[in-house]
């Protein structure tokens, strides 16, 4: 399995037009549903608020990467949306966001090692700072598969 | 100087990755040897060795929860910081450690 497994043109939205982080996160956590990765919307929400609480996760430069660790997880998975309009979020700089990566994992994650494991490769590619920019300014799902998979 | 460090956070799914990303550039960038363990959702990965923390100048600890096999570090220099503080201004942070080791006379 690649990046481009999981991070496929289904899973990354542009231009998505929501109010606020509420918007956002039922967005994106619609799109985990839609793709087979969580069965439960309102529990994954539930849990994902939970995290929420837990830290900030707006890390900076326009990004946010809000994740749920939940039993409504089928596979761990992201889901990518950026946003027509910033929205305010706690921030670790206090900026907007505009950009919103959605991580979720199971309770149990017995046998999604593999999956895991990309994830943390997307991960790690938020902290390049240029990279995050190109993204930010993608025009499309395939455009931001290919800069986040190259 | 020689760092090695370890990243771990809540979850264990994204910040632990990119603070581990972000400590690795930005020690490198200032011209320090670096190696960084993470402890997340897949266990322990790139874990650091009886050597490297034997070799290693001082111990960063950015971590926002409990890590497996402190008792390694026992007797090092360590600066423990959360995850937010590296992911937010990694450069910053170094310098920090800069300022601090030199008063220990390491470069």
């Known amino acids: ?150 | 100087m020689n760092i090695v460090a370890v990243a771990a956070c809540t979850t264990g799914l994204a910040h632990t990755y990119i603070a581990r990303e972000k400590l690795v550039k930005a020690a490198e960038a200032r011209g320090h040897t670096i190696k960084c363990e993470t402890q997340g959702s897949i266990g322990i990965e790139n874990e650091l060795t009886a050597d490297d923390v034997a070799a290693a100048d001082i111990v960063v600890l950015a971590i926002d929860v409990a890590i497996d096999k402190m008792e390694r570090f026992q007797g090092k220099p360590t600066v423990k910081v959360g995850t937010s503080e590296v992911v937010k201004n990694p450069t910053a942070f170094i310098q920090k450690i800069e300022r601090a080791m030199a008063k220990r006379g390491v470069k």
């Open chain 1, 1 to 150: 399995m690649e990046l481009r497994d999981v991070l496929t043109p289904q899973m990354v939205h542009t231009g998505v037009d929501v109010a606020d982080k509420d918007g956002a996160i039922r967005y994106l956590a619609r799109v985990l549903v839609d793709a087979g990765y969580v069965d439960d919307l309102e529990a994954f929400v539930a849990d994902v608020y939970l995290r929420e609480t837990e830290g900030i996760t707006g890390i900076g430069g326009g990004i946010a990467i809000p994740h749920g660790k939940s039993a409504s997880v089928t596979v761990p998975a992201v889901a990518v949306a950026t946003l027509a309009h910033p929205i305010a979020w706690e921030t670790l700089d206090g900026g907007d966001v505009d950009a919103v990566f959605l991580f979720c994992a199971g309770d149990s994650n017995e046998g999604a090692r593999e999956h895991l494991v990309l994830l943390s490769k997307v991960a790690t590619k938020l902290a390049d700072d240029d990279l995050v920019v190109q993204v930010r300014h993608a025009q499309s799902p395939e455009e931001i598969v290919r800069l986040m998979c190259g």
